[in-house]
């Protein structure tokens, strides 16, 4: 597991940006780190399903896929609101 949250760490944060100072890298690098560990924990929980535990009512479900498209928006917000805030026009 600390493999794949290793090497999409690096895939999400991408190169580094010309004039890059060092809080944006290291707010990047952070970031990556921290979206690597959701997005592996997710996978990891997701492909687990306990034998005992009887099938999710599809209420359920959807409010909780509706719960990890807000997530993902929230971090595409802050991304976002993060590129548009960096010196040098990124």
Same mark, same amino acid.
Not at 8 to 35: C, I, Q, V, W
Not at 39 to 62: F, G, T, Y
Not at 70 to 90: C, F, K, V, Y
């Given at each position: 597991?600390?493999?794949?949250?290793?090497?999409?760490?690096? &895939? =999400?944060?991408?190169?580094? &940006?010309?004039? &890059?100072?060092?809080?944006?890298?290291?707010?990047?690098?952070?970031?990556?780190?921290?979206?690597?560990? *959701?997005?592996? =924990?997710?996978?990891?929980?997701?492909?687990?399903?306990?034998?005992?535990?009887? $099938?999710?009512?599809?209420?359920?479900?959807?409010?909780? $896929?509706?719960?990890?498209?807000?997530?993902? $928006? =929230?971090? @595409? =917000?802050?991304?976002?609101?993060? @590129? @548009?805030? *960096?010196?040098?026009?990124?």
């Amino acid at each position: 597991m600390q493999d794949q949250v290793i090497n999409l760490t690096t &895939e =999400l944060a991408g190169s580094d &940006e010309p004039g &890059e100072g060092f809080l944006a890298k290291t707010g990047r690098l952070n970031a990556a780190g921290s979206r690597a560990e *959701e997005l592996v =924990l997710h996978e990891l929980l997701s492909c687990q399903k306990p034998q005992n535990e009887p $099938e999710m009512r599809e209420d359920i479900a959807s409010y909780h $896929e509706g719960v990890n498209d807000a997530i993902q $928006e =929230l971090h @595409d =917000l802050r991304r976002q609101l993060s @590129d @548009d805030t *960096e010196p040098n026009g990124r």
